[in-house]
């Protein structure tokens, strides 16, 4: 039998993650991004040291169940593994105001369980209330075909004015995983490995993540 050769080039990687900054975009109201020194490099001191303040929605972030539901885990108490592992890219370019499932269809075969919509030529990088949601109904049609972890590149999977937000709450309901705020303004539609890990803090309704994708070997 002849063994498969493996190749050691390095895989392609994909940073989808937009640069954390005093003026990345936010939801009105929402806690920016911050940072003051609380040590600086001088003869009495060996090191620069800094502190941070912002909510756990800016930039590409994983919601937690908690966000939208008071009895549900926090980012620390969710599983890890949904967010690491193969991921399609889908196009939908000038879907608005929603994702819907004709937007989706013709990237059905063959689904992996982790899915991101491109919606933007260009991810946004000024607040915009008019960004691309998701329909509901296209949530519960991929999470029946076995998808676990969705994600979009604009603030949310639901439109800035929802107060019901109808897809979180089918996130909930079918117990999926979101990541929102990315940016795939360069990445090819097709499979991918996504790594895009939270952070343990405790009792957040959310999480940062430095969300890349690499090229499948």
């Known amino acids: 039998?002849?063994?498969?050769?493996?190749?050691?080039?390095?895989?392609?990687?994909?940073?989808?993650?937009?640069?954390?900054?005093?003026?990345?975009p936010i939801f009105p109201g929402d806690e920016p991004y911050a940072l003051r020194w609380t040590a600086q490099l001088s003869p009495g001191c060996p090191v620069n040291l800094s502190a941070l303040t912002m909510s756990p929605h800016v930039g590409a972030h994983?919601?937690?169940p908690l966000h939208y539901a008071?009895?549900?885990?926090?980012?620390?108490?969710v599983p890890l593994d949904t967010y690491l592992g193969r991921c399609r890219v889908i196009h939908a370019m000038g879907a608005a105001p929603l994702i819907t499932v004709d937007?989706?269809?013709?990237?059905?075969?063959?689904?992996?369980?982790?899915?991101?919509?491109?919606?933007?030529?260009?991810?946004?990088?000024?607040?915009?209330?008019?960004?691309?949601?998701?329909?509901?109904?296209?949530?519960?049609?991929?999470?029946?075909?076995?998808v676990r972890l969705i994600g979009i590149d604009t603030p949310s999977v639901d439109p800035a004015d929802s107060k019901t937000l109808d897809s979180h709450q089918l996130l909930r309901k079918h117990d999926l995983r979101v990541?929102?705020?990315?940016?795939?303004?360069?990445?090819?539609?097709?499979?991918?490995?996504?790594?895009?890990?939270?952070l343990k803090l405790q009792g957040a309704c959310a999480s940062p993540v430095r969300a890349i994708l690499r090229d499948l070997p």
């Open 103 to 146: 937007h989706l269809r013709h990237a059905e075969a063959d689904l992996p369980p982790r899915v991101l919509v491109r919606v933007c030529e260009r991810a946004d990088t000024v607040w915009n209330s008019a960004f691309t949601a998701y329909a509901p109904e296209a949530i519960a049609w991929l999470a029946e075909r076995g």
């Open 179 to 198: 990541l929102e705020n990315l940016v795939l303004d360069e990445v090819p539609a097709g499979d991918y490995e996504l790594i895009a890990l939270p």
């Open 1 to 24: 039998m002849t063994t498969p050769q493996r190749s050691d080039a390095p895989r392609r990687l994909w940073d989808i993650s937009p640069t954390v900054a005093p003026e990345a």
């Open 70 to 77: 008071n009895d549900a885990p926090a980012i620390a108490d």
């Open 62 to 64: 994983a919601d937690a």
